[in-house]
């Protein structure tokens, strides 16, 4: 079936370093979108991207598609205890409506 | 700030017993969705409803669920027969268009005892 992976699962840092979580799929996306939940609360939408290699940037957080739409990457500069929470990547497959969710990236932030 | 808002945000109920999650989209949106995710886990795609009918479903979504868009704002979920696996947060979703981006509410935390 249709499959959206991410890695790493969980990531503990200190605040002030640097955070990467991939996103993999096993078939082509039309696009993609990143969403972020803090602990008890619902997904929030952070960006889409649509075209092949786009870069976004949102202040700390670097949003990347790669070039053959099957992986994208979301980079945060300097973490901040306020970015604790679970990122997920969801990718739309076709021009279906759906967007199938990755299980989801935690990040823990020492203060 | 428009909103998703959902009721009730806890809801406990006996296996076999229906039960009906409520959402209110955002009032100018036109695609609504629900999603469940079950505790620590991904959120996983249930229903997508636009112009009055089912536009997809997952295999999650067997003859037990039911969506309804009785009036003008509401948009529900209705599980018939529940089962303790069913035990999740259900969110409900909407989007202006097919393409943007989803708006959340808070979620139903379903409780099958």
């Known amino acids: 079936g249709q499959q959206v992976m991410q890695i790493p699962q969980y990531q503990h840092v200190q605040e002030g370093e640097d955070f990467t979580t991939y996103c993999n799929s096993s078939t082509t996306l039309s696009n993609i979108q990143w969403y972020k939940q803090r602990p008890g609360g619902h997904p929030v939408f952070l960006i889409q991207l649509v075209k092949s290699g786009e870069v976004k940037k949102q202040k700390r957080l670097t949003f990347q598609f790669g070039e053959a739409k099957k992986n994208s990457s979301l980079h945060i500069t300097a973490t901040q205890t306020t970015d604790v929470g679970t990122y997920f990547c969801?990718?739309?497959?076709?021009?279906?409506?759906?967007?199938?969710f990755g299980p989801g990236t935690r990040l823990s932030v020492l203060p | 700030e428009p909103e998703v808002t959902q009721t009730p945000s806890h809801q406990v109920t006996q296996m076999g017993q229906e039960v009906i999650l409520r959402c209110v989209p955002i009032s100018n949106h036109l695609y609504f969705y629900w999603y469940r995710q079950i505790l620590g886990q991904k959120v996983e795609f249930l229903v997508s409803?636009?112009?009055?009918?089912?536009?997809?479903k997952s295999e999650i979504f067997d003859d037990q669920f039911s969506v309804e868009r009785p009036d003008g704002s509401n948009f529900t979920l209705k599980i018939r027969s529940t089962k303790l696996e069913d035990s999740a947060m259900y969110f409900c979703?909407?989007?202006?268009?097919?393409?943007?981006?989803?708006?959340f509410g808070q979620g139903t935390r379903l409780t099958v005892v």
């Open positions: 979703a909407s989007t202006w268009q097919m393409n943007t981006e989803a708006f």
């Open positions: 969801a990718g739309r497959i076709g021009n279906g409506q759906n967007f199938v």
């Open positions: 409803f636009y112009n009055n009918e089912i536009s997809e």
